[in-house]
């Protein structure tokens, strides 16, 4: 069965400093990874997505991510921070189960920027 | 852009009663998943559907929460009888198709508070 892990539940950081955001991931097959972003009261929205090809994702608002497949890793980075990143974020993983895909969302990590 | 649509935003109700949660997903998406956030968490899957039928409906507690997609475009989910547990935000969201690795598109949420 997959998982994912985000050690990190709460990370705080300036304003203008870099920031990473780590999610590691376990499975038996392929896997396609995703990283959300969640404003207080909204939906999730897509940042990126790793579906194959180069092992580094650009997304939205400046945030990138590398697919480490040794380590099971997918974490998200982004080199200055702005307030408005201020937010929670999750990892997810989707993988194929008898036709259709199961996607499974870690526990999320919220980024706090600090002025 | 096109959006899930979801209602109500928010809904208070007593324990015992009924409530129902109505999405729109985005015109021509295939998969339709129905999630619930308990605050601090990741979302979790309750029901996913494929056109008309359910694909995935195991982690729906079937003896309260019922989720229906009868033409395969809107759906409604019920909570009947609610209890204090069921406070949650629940997340209607779409992809364009079912197999791995699809863009899975959230709506703003229905947050539920039961008293």
């Known amino acids: 069965a997959q998982s994912v892990t985000q050690l990190d539940s709460q990370v705080p950081v300036f304003e203008e400093a870099p920031v990473e955001l780590r999610c590691n991931y376990s499975s038996s097959v392929s896997v396609y990874l995703f990283w959300y972003v969640q404003y207080p009261n909204q939906g999730l929205q897509l940042l990126l997505k790793?579906?194959?090809?180069?092992?580094l994702v650009k997304g939205i608002n400046g945030f990138e991510a590398e697919f480490n497949k040794s380590q099971t890793s997918f974490h998200l980075r982004k080199p200055s921070v702005h307030i408005s990143d201020t937010a929670e974020y999750f990892c997810a993983v989707s993988e194929g189960a008898g036709g259709y895909q199961k996607v499974t969302f870690g526990t999320g990590t919220k980024l706090q920027v600090i002025p | 852009e096109a959006e899930v649509a979801q209602s109500p935003r928010y809904k208070i109700t007593e324990k015992s009663q009924a409530v129902a949660f109505w999405c729109d997903p985005i015109s021509g998406h295939a998969t339709l998943y129905w999630y619930r956030q308990i605050l601090g968490q990741g979302p979790e899957l309750l029901v996913q559907f494929q056109d008309e039928s359910v694909v995935d409906d195991s982690q729906l507690p079937k003896d309260r929460f019922s989720a229906e997609r009868l033409k395969g475009v809107d759906s409604t989910l019920k909570i009947q009888p609610a209890e204090l547990g069921d406070s949650a935000m629940y997340l209607c969201?779409?992809?364009?198709?079912?197999?791995?690795?699809?863009?899975?598109?959230f709506g703003e949420g229905s947050w539920l508070t039961v008293v």
């Open positions: 969201a779409s992809s364009l198709r079912t197999t791995e690795g699809n863009t899975i598109y």
């Open positions: 790793y579906l194959s090809g180069s092992t």
